[in-house]
C-alpha cells in the first residue's frame, strides 16, 4: 500500500482548441502521509518488566532496524482497531490496548517520513508471537532505557522508547 494519500485535482485532460494539453495541468497535490499505529507490547499491565521489540525485515532502508509492530491506519479506520488489526497481521496474536505513550502533539510522534504515529501499550490475551509479516526476529527485551537502546530501533524509534520507559516504569 502506498505511503501517502493523495488527491487528483479535477483537471480537463483534453482542452479542445490551440491551448490544448494531452496531460493533467501541473498543479500542486496534497500529499498526507498516513497516520501509524505502534504497539509497546509488555508482559503484563501492572507491574510491567519487559518489552517485546521487532526487527523489520523490509522495505530494504528500513530492514534490520527495531520497531513498535504496528502500521498505517488505513481510511475510516480509528487508531486502536488499526493496531489490534496490524499486529494480529503481523504477529499472529490478539491484543489488547492500555495507555498511550504520549507525544507532544495530538497525532502522535514525528516519524522520519513526517507522518506521525500514535503508540498504545499493550499485553497479548491470545496467542504466542511470530514475525510472521514485516519482521524477521521478535525479542522481549528488560525495560530499561540503556537495555532497549543497545538495540538499532528506527531513529525516531529512541525517543519513544525513553517516554515508554518513563511511563511504565517511572522509579527505574
Ligand atoms: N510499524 C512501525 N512503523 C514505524 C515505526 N517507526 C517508524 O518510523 N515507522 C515508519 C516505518 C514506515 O515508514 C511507517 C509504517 O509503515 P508500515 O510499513 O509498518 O505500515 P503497514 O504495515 O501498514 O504497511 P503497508 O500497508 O504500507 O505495506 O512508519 C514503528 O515503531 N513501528
Redesign the pocket.
Known sequence: ???VTSETPAVPYHVKGPNAVSRPASRPVSRTP?P???AAVLDEVAAPTVLLA?R?S??EA?AGLW??????VEPGEDSRSALVR?VH??LGVHIRLDREVAADHPEG?L???G?R?R?FTAVIIEGDPQPL??HDLLEWRALDRAVLQELD?????RP?VDALVELVRPES
Not at 520497531?67 to 498505517?72: A, D, H, N, V, Y
Open positions: 500500500m502506498s505511503d498516513r501509524v499505529v505502534g521487532a523489520r523490509a522495505p528500513l520497531e513498535f509492530p504496528g502500521g498505517k496490524e497481521e503481523e510522534w516519524l522520519g517520513n507522518a504515529m503508540v509479516e514485516d530501533w528506527i531513529p525516531a524509534d519513544i
